[in-house]
């Protein structure tokens, strides 16, 4: 039943985003209707959650597919709050399209069988741990899309007043998430310290997550001095969340990791490699557009 | 600011290498626990004590950003106080043995060694005994696979749903409901003219179907008995006789052990009570009780018994018997007594006592030890054995439907996913009809599947019919064949998954100068503290929970740690709700 409802909220996703396209080239549509849809989306996962909170007994943050439900519940519910705050549907329309594509590859790229939560997960603490990295990283993925597109707007020297909006949303959504992150990182070392006596093991996911802190600590300090460079960190971070979050998996230092299930032998470095490279591309995409709009104008500037 | 911003990407470069390094045990040590690393940590240290003073004042924002960067510090602190001060070792405890000598782990075999410089806590840890929770069996459920595609779908065995199917063009059925993890019993019928009345029941209980007659003269009782419900039928009782019915249920659902010394007749009843003497009666004869275990499982060619552990196939308790004049035995107590010359050959040099084990599952597990009673013939009464170790009296009323364990709950068997391939895209053949026929929740196979009183396995009979032609087959559970549809590509099992484990226990006794000084239950995530010394569920004997293994840790520098991570958290709050603020900056 709770499949059911998720592949629900999945085809409302992906109504929402068509919605919100048309809003995008069609002003005089309502917000309502784009967010309405998305809400409605938003609001069945989250009883699809409660009904395999329900049957599970506990917290569904057990698998990588309820994990990755519970993540795109909490993005939704931010793409609904941020679009009613600043109406930029350009951005929610990114947003919704990265969401909508993370939900299929959860709902029919893993396992979603109901699994009994092992002993080691049997913790308060992991419910606010996962919760506090969902709505983290949620935040931070909307952040991405946003820094994604003001600098775009950036290199082609287009609409220097979307570009400030965009900015003030970036910079808002890493305010938001970055309180979570850090009680995502605190919980999980008390957590840590209460089943495995220890809050640190300097384990590949542990530092993976401190990473993504580490760049959004570095974001808030730079945006503090108006440092226009800190916006890359926007795709920085993003490219460290998937790193951390499924990444992490993939690299050879897996097999020693308590936090990844990963089978004995040679890991595959492939998937790691396709999971980095569209932050690479969107990187060298933006580097190119500067030097096409500043190489053009050059020339014009040269011909006068 | 700058060399704030220049220290974190440092960090995190460093971080990055760390993460990326194949050997991590060489990553700890080139990086996390080299002193260059640490060096910018205390370079970090000293920014943000720097940061706290340059910028002091009195404001809401600089409380936020003082509790932010003090915070931290603090944590880093707390962390250096745990490295410097702090002391972990490894407890490896055999069930009924002490143990105060410290192990440590080795990265490169993995393996426990003692420490050197030897190393010993102040006090003695005994095993008491260490244990297995379960989660209730799932459902059972029929696999359809298919040998091209190599996918499969599970198929849920449950009444009343229609089962889903994986194509709309297929219907499957269930006659019988038996897939239930909640224990139940029905009175589905009584006779009270007849010289032997008799009441006959029906008990679900773990997905499994039991049901007799139960008479209140012949045969002897309880005629029906499952694995962990026993029922007797009292016929005509009074009130008080039914009343001291039901207390001696309550009674019996305790395990006790018993001992006749058949030289002398003298026998009693004795508490279950593990690692202490116990004197039996006026027979000289002292018995001490080891361990309990679930089985004894015997390898035939090499004579050598192996304990078993988990969901008790015939509970046992190992027990030392030392006579008068000296001599001592260790034997194992079966809840199931083997034949008579078996059970002579067990008791070894002591050929006159008879020892017997009364089993009642353990408390706060997966088992409940349930006694059926009639009072007047109009009411029934079930006394129970609750989880949390309560005993409880249900009265039912002919015909109606108890369930004596509501809190259970039951798992779901989802279809979907065989060896990691989805079921979207499974095709079966065309037309194809799959009908349960036929449940028997206890049958044996002689020439012929067939019901058998008990000990039995469950059983479907099962119909498939489709273009190419029917089948008809009896699946036993957990079978490894299965119905082979005429092309051979189709197969039908009828499985159960194994039970999964919800959590281990250590039971421990603190032994101080002889005297115990705590009893404690040492679980995953919920550790236990004496004098300083925190003890964690860290590792367990697999095959025959005979050992624990207890990580020991001692941290002062946790009280520092988890103060410098609410004021860190209350920081970053307080700098969201402080934005748009700005700060001075002395100079």
């Known amino acids: 039943m709770d499949i059911l409802l998720t592949q629900t909220a999945l085809y409302l996703y992906l109504l929402a985003l068509l919605l919100m396209l048309t809003r995008a080239f069609q002003p005089r549509l309502t917000p309502w209707v784009p967010s309405g849809a998305l809400l409605l989306g938003a609001l069945l996962q989250l009883a699809a959650i409660i009904l395999r909170w329900r049957l599970l007994g506990w917290t569904p943050v057990t698998s990588l597919y309820e994990v990755i439900a519970y993540f795109c519940c909490g993005l939704a519910l931010v793409i609904f709050f941020t679009f009613r705050k600043f109406d930029f549907p350009w951005v929610a329309s990114l947003a919704l399209a990265l969401l909508a594509g993370t939900l299929s590859y959860a709902l029919y790229g893993q396992d979603t069988n109901v699994k009994m939560v092992v002993p080691a997960l049997r913790s308060h603490w992991m419910a606010i741990h996962v919760s506090s990295w969902c709505f983290s990283y949620s935040s931070f993925s909307l952040g991405f899309v946003a820094s994604a597109a003001l600098l775009a707007l950036r290199r082609l020297n287009l609409h220097p007043a979307l570009q400030e909006r965009l900015s003030a949303i970036f910079y808002r959504l890493v305010l938001f998430g970055f309180p979570f992150h850090t009680l995502g990182l605190i919980t999980g070392a008390v957590w840590a310290k209460n089943a495995w006596a220890s809050p640190w093991f300097h384990d590949a996911k542990e530092w993976a997550a401190a990473i993504t802190w580490l760049i959004y600590a570095v974001y808030l300090h730079l945006h503090h001095r108006e440092n226009k460079g800190a916006d890359w960190l926007g795709i920085l971070g993003m490219a460290s969340i998937v790193f951390a979050f499924v990444g992490v998996n993939y690299i050879p230092s897996a097999q020693q990791s308590a936090h990844t299930y990963v089978q004995p032998g040679e890991p595959d470095l492939m998937p790691l490699f396709w999971m980095m490279s569209p932050f690479v591309m969107l990187a060298l995409v933006l580097w190119g557009l500067g030097f096409w709009k500043n190489g053009l104008k050059t020339a014009t500037s040269t011909r006068r | ?218 045969p002897a009782v309880p005629v029906v008995e499952t694995p962990l419900l026993v029922m007797e039928f009292k016929y005509g009782l009074d009130e008080p006789a039914w009343n001291k019915q039901v207390q001696e249920a309550h009674q019996s659902v305790a395990a006790s052990f018993a001992f006749t010394d058949e030289a002398t007749g003298e026998g009693n009843v004795l508490p279950v009570v593990f690692n202490r003497d116990q004197l039996l009666g006026k027979t000289g004869y002292r018995l001490r009780m080891l361990r309990s275990i679930s089985g004894v499982n015997v390898d035939m060619a090499t004579k050598k018994t192996e304990e078993l552990m988990g969901p008790p196939v015939n509970p046992a308790l190992r027990v030392a018997i030392v006579s008068v004049d000296g001599r001592k035995h260790e034997r194992y107590v079966f809840a199931q007594p083997p034949p008579p010359f078996m059970e002579r050959k067990l008791r070894g040099p002591f050929e006159k006592l008879k020892l017997e084990y009364h089993y009642a599952p353990p408390l706060g597990r997966d088992f409940a030890y349930v006694m059926l009673h009639s009072g007047d013939g109009q009411r029934f009464s079930v006394v129970s054995l609750l989880p949390e170790g309560k005993t409880q009296t249900i009265t039912a009323v002919l015909g109606e439907e108890k369930i004596i364990s509501a809190s259970r709950k039951r798992r779901n068997a989802v279809d979907r996913n065989l060896n990691g391939t989805t079921d979207e895209n499974l095709s079966l053949p065309r037309g194809l009809r799959i009908r349960v026929q036929e449940f028997l929740p206890d049958a044996g196979v002689d020439e012929k599947v067939a019901a058998v009183p008990s000990g039995g396995q469950p059983a479907i009979r099962i119909r498939v019919e489709g273009v190419l032609g029917k089948d008809e087959k009896w699946l036993m559970l957990n079978a490894e064949r299965g119905i082979e549809y005429p092309d051979r590509n189709l197969t039908l099992r009828y499985m159960q998954d194994p039970l999964d484990i919800r959590q281990y226990h250590s039971d421990l006794r603190l032994i101080e100068k002889g005297k115990v000084e705590k009893r404690a239950t040492v679980s995953v995530n919920d550790p236990v503290t004496h004098q300083k010394y925190t003890f964690y569920q860290i590792d367990y004997d697999k095959e025959h929970g005979q050992w624990s293994v207890l990580k020991v840790v001692r941290s002062p520098g946790t009280p520092v740690l988890f103060t410098g991570f609410g004021m860190l958290f209350l920081g970053v709050v307080g700098m969201v709700l402080t934005r748009g603020q700005k700060l001075s900056r002395k100079r």
């Open chain 2, 1 to 218: 600011m700058t060399f704030a911003v220049i220290l974190l990407s440092l960090l995190a470069i460093a971080a990055l290498v760390g993460v990326m390094w194949k050997d991590q045990e060489a990553a700890k040590e080139w990086i996390y626990h080299a002193a260059w690393f640490r060096g910018i940590f205390v370079f970090l240290i000293c920014d943000l004590i720097l940061a706290i003073v340059v910028h002091a004042e009195f404001s809401r924002r600089y409380a936020a950003y003082f509790l932010t960067h003090a915070g931290l510090v603090t944590t880093l602190v707390g962390f250096s106080i745990g490295g410097l001060f702090g002391m972990e070792g490894y407890l490896m405890l055999d069930v009924g043995k002490h143990e105060s000598r410290l192990s440590d782990l080795n990265p490169k075999t993995n393996r426990l060694q003692p420490k050197t410089p030897e190393e010993k806590l102040p006090f003695e840890v005994f095993l008491e005994r260490f244990y297995i929770d379960y989660y209730p069996p799932a459902a059972p459920y029929l696999l359809v696979s298919l040998a091209d595609t190599k996918k499969g779908v599970k198929i849920p065995l449950d009444r009343g749903d229609r089962l889903r199917s994986p194509d709309s063009k297929y219907k499957l059925t269930v006659i019988e409901r038996f897939a239930s993890a909640e224990q139940k019993f029905i009175v589905v019928n009584r006779s009270d003219k007849a010289r032997n009345p008799a009441v006959k029941v029906r008990a679900e209980q773990n997905g499994r179907l039991f049901q007799g007659c139960l008479f209140a003269v012949l």
